[in-house]
């Protein structure tokens, strides 16, 4: 399974982005899938999850502000993110759940001023 994130980049406290999550194959549509970041030198947290069924569930960090969707005819996963804070500047990850799939190279997001 390859996943390879989009979509990043710099963005102004209280802005939105919206990340892309390309698998492989029927990865998203046959497996629940997760969102992940990481700061350096912390480990990668979960910040939500989607079911096969579209059931969505989130971490406290972005539950309110972050929105799990897919398109399961283009294979892709998405990460809506609004009113992001410097707090938010990671690496955005996708994965299976459970984490079988390799790690991809994740997308950059930065909040700043």
């Known amino acids: 399974v390859q996943l390879v994130e989009s979509g990043g980049g710099v963005v102004h406290p209280g802005g939105s982005l919206r990340l892309s999550c390309a698998a492989s194959?029927?990865?998203?549509?046959?497996?629940?899938m997760g969102w992940y970041r990481q700061v350096p030198g912390k480990q990668r947290a979960f910040l939500g999850r989607i079911s096969r069924s579209g059931y969505t569930v989130y971490d406290v960090s972005a539950k309110g502000r972050f929105t799990i969707s897919r398109d399961t005819d283009k294979k892709t996963l998405f990460l809506q993110m609004n009113a992001l804070n410097p707090e938010d500047t990671a690496v955005y990850y996708c994965?299976?759940?459970?984490?079988?799939?390799?790690w991809g190279q994740g997308t950059q997001v930065t909040v700043s001023s």
């Open positions: 994965n299976t759940i459970p984490n079988m799939a390799a």
């Open positions: 194959g029927s990865t998203i549509a046959l497996n629940d």
